[in-house]
C-alpha cells in the first residue's frame, strides 16, 4: 500500500523559534496533501490544503503566516510553525493524496509529536 | 464546524461484547471513512462508504450509512483487547478532497 513518512516524529524546541516538519509520500506521488492538528484527547483538525505548485488553502482560524506550507514536488510537502509558542504544542499529522485512485482515500503520515518549551 | 460528531464519546466494554458507535454530520457528503487510532500514533484505515451504499462489511466490521439522517455506524462485534483505541468518521464532500473528521469515540475493550 501507499507510504507517507514525516520527519521528525518528535520535536521538542524553545519559545521564538520555527520548526520545520516534512511529510513525503515514498511510493506514489501526491499531488494534494493535507496537514492536521490534533490537541490531547481530541480529533483531528484540518489546517490546511497543499496542493504541488500553488499555493496552500487555510481552513478558517488558521494562520497562514504562522504555519507555513511549501509543496514543491509531487512527493514532498513541509509545513514550518513560525516564532513557536507553547500553545502550538501538539501533534501534527499529513496526509496525501493520489491521483491514481479513484476514490478519495488519503494516507496518513505517522504524525510529528511537538512540544515547544 | 465542519467537524461531524460521534457518540458516545467514551465506551468501556467487556471482551467479547460488540461495540457500536455512532456519527452525525452536517452537509451531504461524498464518502465516509472510519479510521482507528492508538494512543499517540497515526490512523489506520478501517472502511470507507460510499454515499451510494447503505452498509458494508470488513472482517469484525459492520458500517451502515443512512444519508437521508446524515449519520453512520461502525459496529465492531466479538470485541478484543487490541480493539482498545480511538475511532474517528471522516467525510469528504463532492466539492473537494478535504476530511473533516468528526470528535471521535474513545474505545477500551476489557480483558
Known amino acids: 500500500g501507499a507510504v507517507v513518512s514525516q520527519h521528525p516524529s518528535w520535536v521538542i524546541c524553545k519559545s521564538g523559534t520555527s520548526v520545520k516538519i516534512e511529510c513525503r509520500s515514498l511510493d506514489f506521488q501526491a499531488t494534494t496533501m493535507f496537514w492536521y492538528r490534533q490537541f490531547p484527547k481530541q480529533s483531528l483538525m484540518l489546517m490546511a490544503t497543499s496542493n504541488e505548485g500553488s499555493k496552500a488553502t487555510y481552513e478558517q482560524g488558521v494562520e497562514k503566516d504562522k504555519f507555513l506550507i511549501n509543496h514543491a514536488s509531487l512527493t514532498l510537502s513541509t509545513l514550518t510553525v513560525t516564532s513557536a509558542h507553547p500553545e502550538d504544542s501538539s501533534f501534527y499529522i499529513c496526509s496525501a493524496f493520489g491521483t491514481e485512485w479513484v476514490v478519495n482515500e488519503q494516507f496518513f503520515g505517522p504524525g510529528t509529536r511537538l512540544t515547544v518549551l | 464546524s465542519q467537524q461531524g460528531e460521534e457518540d458516545p464519546q467514551a465506551l468501556s466494554i467487556q471482551e467479547g461484547e460488540n461495540a457500536t458507535m455512532n456519527c452525525s454530520y452536517k452537509?451531504?457528503?461524498?464518502?465516509l471513512q472510519w479510521y482507528r487510532q492508538n494512543s499517540g500514533r497515526g490512523l489506520v484505515h478501517l472502511i470507507l462508504i460510499r454515499s451510494n451504499e447503505r452498509e458494508k462489511h470488513s472482517g469484525r466490521l459492520r458500517v451502515t450509512l443512512d444519508t437521508s439522517k446524515k449519520s453512520s455506524s461502525l459496529l465492531i462485534t466479538a470485541s478484543r483487547a487490541a480493539d482498545t483505541a480511538s475511532y474517528f468518521c471522516?467525510?469528504?464532500?463532492?466539492?473537494?478532497?478535504?476530511?473533516?473528521f468528526g470528535t471521535g469515540t474513545s474505545l477500551t475493550v476489557i480483558p
Open positions: 471522516a467525510t469528504d464532500w463532492y466539492t473537494g478532497n478535504q476530511f473533516y
Open positions: 452537509t451531504s457528503i461524498n464518502n
